[in-house]
């Protein structure tokens, strides 16, 4: 099992400019979740999908848009790319009926000039 | 508003010793505690957790310490090693809207090394 994937791993925009994030996880997990992590400031949810065809706002989804395009993938995209969205973004995903315990990818380190 | 404050940014420990993490929270609605371990360049990995009808749940070299009337848990690492030298995350959680979509508020985190 690969658990969560994401793509790609770095990336560097231009002010203005779009991207998507694609994350996707292989163990059948019904709620999937972005974060961001900045220096000094743990991880913020930017998007959460509590199940395939549902999709809800976290603490920091300015900027953001997200996609549950079917149970595995859950992808974040940045329409017009700002240098304060330089940061690491995080993708996860949860198995139902379990109390918070989510599993990772190795995230995409993502700056913007 | 901080909910889940980790007010040690950095732990510096001898091998062999007892290596101990603090978090507090504030929001009485959190029932479930995790901590995260984290690697540079990897994403979080689940290390622990406890439920909040418990104060302490061990696992190996690692336990954790709730208390609810102090708002604070804890991470015991015995005996600390150098592979336990990463960024350590508290997280808490509680169910949104009945809906079981649990959410992870995190901490800081504290940067931990084991000195050899």
């Known amino acids: 099992n690969a658990g969560v994937t994401q793509t790609p791993k770095f990336q560097v925009l231009k002010t203005g400019q779009s991207m998507t994030l694609q994350c996707a996880q292989d163990?059948?997990?019904?709620?999937m979740y972005w974060y961001r992590q900045d220096p000094g400031m743990g991880l913020r949810l930017i998007y959460y999908?509590?199940?395939?065809?549902?999709?809800d706002k976290g603490e920091v989804p300015n900027g953001y848009n997200v996609s549950r395009l079917n149970k595995r993938e859950f992808s974040l995209r940045l329409e017009s790319a700002a240098p304060s969205q330089t940061s690491v973004y995080f993708c996860?995903?949860?198995?139902?009926?379990?109390?918070?315990?989510?599993?990772f990818g190795p995230g995409t380190r993502l700056t913007v000039t | 508003d901080q909910q889940v404050k980790q007010n040690s940014p950095s732990l510096s420990v001898q091998e062999g010793r007892i290596s101990i993490l603090n978090c507090d929270y504030t929001?009485?609605?959190?029932?479930?505690f995790l901590w995260y371990k984290k690697y540079p360049a990897e994403g979080p990995t689940f290390l622990i957790s406890?439920?909040?009808?418990?104060d302490k749940n061990e696992d190996g070299r690692f336990t954790v310490f709730l208390n609810k009337s102090a708002k604070h848990l804890s991470l015991h690492i015995v005996p600390s090693q150098p592979g336990d030298s990463a960024v350590y995350f508290c997280?808490?959680?509680?169910?949104?809207?009945?809906?079981?979509?649990?959410?992870?508020?995190f901490g800081k985190g504290t940067k931990l090394s084991v000195i050899p």
């Open positions: 996860a995903s949860r198995e139902r009926g379990t109390s918070g315990e989510q599993y």
């Open positions: 163990m059948n997990h019904n709620s």
């Open positions: 999908s509590a199940s395939e065809g549902t999709t």
């Open positions: 929001n009485s609605m959190f029932d479930y």
């Open positions: 406890i439920s909040s009808i418990k």
């Open positions: 997280a808490a959680s509680y169910a949104y809207s009945g809906a079981g979509s649990y959410q992870l508020t």
